[in-house]
């Protein structure tokens, strides 16, 4: 078996989705790995370390993938990166296949076994593999280390010669992985935190790290342990107690977020407008329109003294650890098909009554696909 990994191109894009550590795990597997020169450079991993965990280093992308039998990738490769593969590889990584028609076309057109790992179901199983709550870990920790590089304040309280200092109100909006990351990380920093869910379930969670339940009078669990969309009334009963309470917090970091649709939109300009100058909402959730109204991707707002940041690709900014968990996750779902039998065989081993793989499998097939 042979396994590619080429580096990243997307711009920002610092994660590598094999790291030394995982690549000595398949090759000890049997299987042969190609990496491409450079490809770990940017989250800290040197060809010098792949080639001592037993890979072999090429010189482009196409050397390292046209071969190959499976493919790991972090953002999904160009439509045009897809089409030069060989027919029926396997890629693995977050390919987001509806979002590019390119791209999907691309994987239907080479017969790819695309494994986009965002529709990985989220059993316990596969928590393991679970790249969605690796990264979104990463992510909501960086998100208040942005908010406290941007406050004009200081989280803990100070007691000093020069008086005392308030800690920092910090409310942390969702607290699903990346919030509840948020709210032990803005703990950690001394600040008074203080988040909110939809999820009842949430208020044990985030008590349990120490911060504050904020009551809003709104649940809404979903379907698969998620949320549901507000109704008009839930969201307007939401945002009438929460208007009033955001006149004393200094800091949010937004991470609300439903599955497959716009991130829900919570804060709104008229509560920016309420809160005090040298305030601070970062929103971690601007990939996907953002949790605030003046939330723009990428940027960074002022809107009368209250900054408004929408940060992109928080996980990234944390390569390092990002990329090791991105590939233990990789690596324990290549494990379900990447067997010692399959190396010996030379070709990858699907259970397509695993439901892991017939849940991820992209496009959805109603039979599995033939062996
Ligand atoms: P997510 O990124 O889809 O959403 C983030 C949070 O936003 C969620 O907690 C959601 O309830 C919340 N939210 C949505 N609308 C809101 C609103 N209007 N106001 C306030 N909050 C709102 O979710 P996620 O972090 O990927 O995961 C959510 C949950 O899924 C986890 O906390 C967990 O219960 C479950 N999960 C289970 C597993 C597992 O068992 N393997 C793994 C990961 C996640």
Known sequence: ??????????????????????????????ARVRVQRGAGR???????????????????????????????????????????????TAVVGLLAPQADAAR?????????LAFPL??????????????????AGMAGYKAVLIAA???PRFFPMLTTAAGTIRP?????????????????TAKRLGAQVEGFDVRPETREQIESLGGRFLDLGVSAAGEGGYARALTDEERAEQQRR????????????????????????????TMVE?????????????????????????????????????????????????????????FNFASLFVTDEAAKEGRLAFDWNDELLAKTVWPERATAPAA
Do not use: W
């Open 274 to 330: 309420g809160m005090k100058p040298g305030s601070v909402i970062v929103d971690l959730a601007a990939e996907t329109g953002g949790n605030c109204e003046l939330t723009r991707r990428g940027e960074s707002v002022d809107h009368n003294g209250v900054v408004v940041d929408g940060p992109l690709n928080l996980a990234s900014a944390g390569a390092v650890h990002a990329s090791e968990m991105y590939a233990r996750n990789l």
């Open 118 to 135: 965002e529709r990985l179901p989220r059993t316990t199983r596969a928590q393991a593999m679970d790249v969605l709550s690796s990264q």
């Open 42 to 88: 940017k989250a800290a991993f040197t060809d010098e370390a792949y080639a001592d965990a037993g890979a072999e280093l090429v010189a482009d992308a196409a050397a390292a993938l046209n071969d190959a039998d499976l493919v790991l990738c972090v953002q999904p490769p160009t439509a045009q990166a897809l089409q030069q593969l060989r027919e029926g």
């Open 242 to 269: 929460l208007a009033d309470h955001l006149k004393g917090v200094d800091v949010i970091v937004c991470t609300a977020a439903v599955p497959g649709r716009p991130a829900p939109k919570i804060i709104t300009t």
């Open 104 to 112: 999907g076309d691309a994987i239907n057109a080479r017969k790819l």
């Open 1 to 30: 078996i042979t396994i590619g990994v080429a580096g990243e191109t997307a711009d920002g894009e610092r994660r590598v989705a094999l790291t030394p550590e995982t690549c000595k795990k398949l090759v000890a597997r049997g």
């Open 168 to 184: 920092s109100k910090v409310l942390i909006v969702g607290a699903g992985v990346a919030g509840l990351q948020a709210i032990a």
């Open 149 to 151: 590089q941007l406050a």
